[in-house]
């Protein structure tokens, strides 16, 4: 899978994806920081990668919609420590092991995967 990591992460957890064998870039590497939600994820969809953040707008599938995206990730946990976002990666890249993101939004938290898909009232 083709990843993008919002300056929000912890540039260390791109390390753990490589290492799973994603393609995986940050935001910092790409010189984007300060990039506006709104452009980050046109970035995202123009390149073909998955958005993942801790920022809870991209959980806003009416102002972001995952439709149409190579998906949404959003990572919740109890704190943002780096021992708990690398449990949430961990999960993460065990979940890409069974199934693609792609047109969903992912929301991953310690143990387990929220896949927000869209229904037919939306």
Same mark, same amino acid.
């Given at each position: ?34 990039? &506006?939600?709104?452009? $980050?994820?046109?970035?995202?969809? *123009?390149?073909?990668?998955? #958005? ?6 991209? @959980? ?16 919740? &946990?109890?704190?943002? $420590?780096?021992?708990?976002?690398? *449990?949430?990666?961990?999960? #993460? ?6 199934? @693609? ?22």
């Amino acid at each position: 899978m083709r990843i993008k990591l919002d300056e929000n992460l912890d540039v260390r957890l791109a390390l753990f994806l490589k290492e799973a064998e994603h393609d995986t870039t940050t935001v910092q590497e790409q010189g984007l920081r300060g990039t &506006g939600d709104e452009a $980050l994820y046109e970035i995202c969809k *123009v390149e073909d990668r998955i #958005l993942m953040s801790l920022d809870l707008h991209f @959980s806003n599938v009416l102002r972001y919609p995952p439709e149409g995206t190579p998906g949404l990730i959003v990572l919740r &946990g109890p704190n943002q $420590l780096f021992p708990t976002m690398r *449990v949430l990666v961990e999960t #993460l890249i065990d979940a890409l092991t069974r199934e @693609s993101p792609a047109g969903r939004l992912w929301i991953v938290e310690p143990g387990r995967l929220r896949i927000h898909e869209e229904t037919d009232s939306e």
